[in-house]
């Protein structure tokens, strides 16, 4: 059984930084593509970023720029370094992973992705 850990959720002032982590548990695989989701209240859930088993990334259009994302294979680990965040950026932020699918099929669809976690809230003040 998969499950996937998030951490690093917390407040911080618009301009700040924050670094969100997920590891996957339980995989004997690996993922082949991690992924950071979205979702503000009120809002549809959004694709933040996502990062290849090789490093390759993509990135939605409201954060390109402000944030990366990583990996560690070794631990089958995935961070999110947010920076110069603003209060558009106040959301539920849902880590997603798939262990068969390479990120350049399955992209920021929500649909495509086989293992969720529970979310960590981001909260951004002005």
């Known amino acids: 059984q998969v499950q996937l850990v998030e951490s690093g959720g917390g407040s911080v002032p618009a301009g700040g930084s924050l670094r969100l982590s997920c590891a996957a548990v339980?995989?004997?695989?690996?993922?082949?593509?991690m992924a950071w989701f979205r979702q503000a209240p009120g809002k549809e859930r959004e694709g933040v970023a996502n990062?290849?088993?090789?490093?390759?990334?993509l990135f939605g259009d409201s954060v390109e720029g402000r944030f990366t994302i990583s990996r560690d294979n070794a631990r089958d680990t995935v961070h999110l370094q947010m920076n110069n965040v603003q209060p558009e950026d106040t959301a539920m932020y849902y880590c997603?992973?798939?262990?068969?699918?390479?990120?350049?099929?399955?992209?920021?669809?929500?649909?495509?992705?086989?293992?969720w976690g529970q979310g960590t809230q981001v909260t951004v003040s002005s």
């Open positions: 339980g995989s004997t695989d690996g993922m082949r593509c």
């Open positions: 990062i290849g088993i090789v490093g390759d990334t």
């Open positions: 997603a992973a798939d262990e068969r699918r390479f990120c350049w099929y399955v992209g920021l669809n929500q649909s495509r992705y086989d293992y």
